[in-house]
């Protein structure tokens, strides 16, 4: 523990949390979850896709009831512009009805076209009835109806179109007018429709692949991180776990054989090892546990409440800390408490192995941050290397940083002591 200081102030932040809260693997979603999903997209698009519906239907009425008054007002008798009127209204209107229905809207509106060119006075250019109509029921028949329906329709648009110029005045021998109008009129509307659907279910299939990648990607990362846990919880109870119980046997079978020396310190040191042996075990059972997904109900990780039972079994294993509380304590948000233990844990281990017997521990409570502060004698000799890595107080930096914290340790300058400081900011400062 005790080499060249050692200081670090990381501010950036981090999105991992802490060990003993972490994140959750991912999981694919249920069957019926994903159906209700599916379905309230379907409903949303539905919604959406009526409400368009009705605005390009009135849009096309307003439209052509406005080139009814514009053109036919002076060329149809009163009856007939009025019958027409409504006509309009309805056909128009029915732009708006089901898909299934595109066929039939489609011949309405064929039929609508060719009435109106033949009710126009003879020598009289008949109006442009519901030419906006007309457009629109040859693209809902592209769009939605397919096979034989798709055909025929646009055949009945098509046709209409021919027999409204013809009628209107278009000689029969101008087949290229004939033509070009059907195209226009029909054929270009319907080709929109037909490539827009295919666009769409292309689009729509290739998003279906993708959430199926991300299905299987999410699947294969949580059955991978399912794996690596298992692993580490074998690698655990096979081996740690088995020495640790070890330990705690051998301790306690040599303090029952040495309790009739009672001045003899060592049935109180074995003591020490095994309830130290016991309370690893513990803290491997829970361990095991939480890599097996599969917690203990009453299990929870220690926190600030245990603080008095670990400071008394370090005590127990002959370390004299001087605890002190200031300012007024509150309760942390459980990783967060765990992690302020974790590092309390560290320190009074580090002491223990390294300093001269003793430790002054500060918990200071502020408005925005709790602050650790650990001061210790160091050893004379020198159990470390200075090359050696310092994992414990790596663990104490990483704790702190996954919090926004900060951590800092090293020898007082001057004098002969270590002093480990960790800042941990609180929520809502």
Known sequence: ?????????????????????????????????????????????????????????????????????????????????????????????????????SGVVAFAQTALAVAGTLAAPHGVPPPDLNDTGMLIAAYRAGAWLSGRSAVLALCSLAAGSIVVRMVGGTD????????????????????????????GAHIAELEQRAERERERAQQALADAIAEERSAIARDLHDVISHHVSAIGVHAGAAR????????????????????????????LRRLLDFLHNSPAEDARQPGLDDLDELVHAVSAAGLRAHVTVEGVPRKLP????????????????????????????????????????????????????????????????????????????????????WKTTVTFPLDGS
């Open 1 to 101: 523990m005790h080499g060249a200081p050692v200081r670090t102030d990381d501010h950036h932040h981090t999105t991992a949390p802490p060990p003993e809260d972490a994140a959750p693997m991912p999981r694919r979603r249920s069957p019926a979850a994903w159906r209700r999903g599916v379905s309230d997209r379907v409903r949303d698009a539905s919604g959406s896709l009526a409400w368009q519906s009705f605005m390009v239907a009135g849009f096309c009425l307003l439209t052509d009831v406005f080139t009814l008054s514009y053109e036919g007002a002076d060329v149809y008798p009163a009856a007939y512009f009025w019958t027409f009127l409504v006509a309009i209204v309805l056909v128009d209107m029915a732009l708006a009805s089901a898909a299934r229905l």
């Open 256 to 283: 029952l054989g040495l309790s009739a020396q009672e001045k003899s310190p060592v049935p109180a040191a074995l003591a020490a090892v095994e309830t130290s042996s016991r309370a690893a075990l513990l803290d």
């Open 334 to 417: 459980d990783s967060l408490d765990i992690a302020v233990y974790r590092v309390v844990q560290e320190v009074l281990t580090n002491a223990l192995r390294h300093s001269g017997g003793t430790v002054d521990l500060a918990l200071r409570y502020e408005a925005a941050a709790i602050t650790v502060t650990a001061v210790n004698p160091m050893s004379g000799v020198r159990h470390r290397a200075d090359d050696t890595p310092h994992r414990g107080l790596e663990g104490i930096s990483s704790r702190a940083r996954m919090f926004n914290g900060v951590a800092s340790y090293g020898p007082v300058p001057g004098g002969t002591d």
């Open 172 to 199: 029969l021998s101008d087949w290229r007018s004939l033509i070009f109008g059907a195209v226009k009129d029909a054929l270009l509307a319907w080709l929109v429709g037909r490539y827009t659907t295919a666009r």
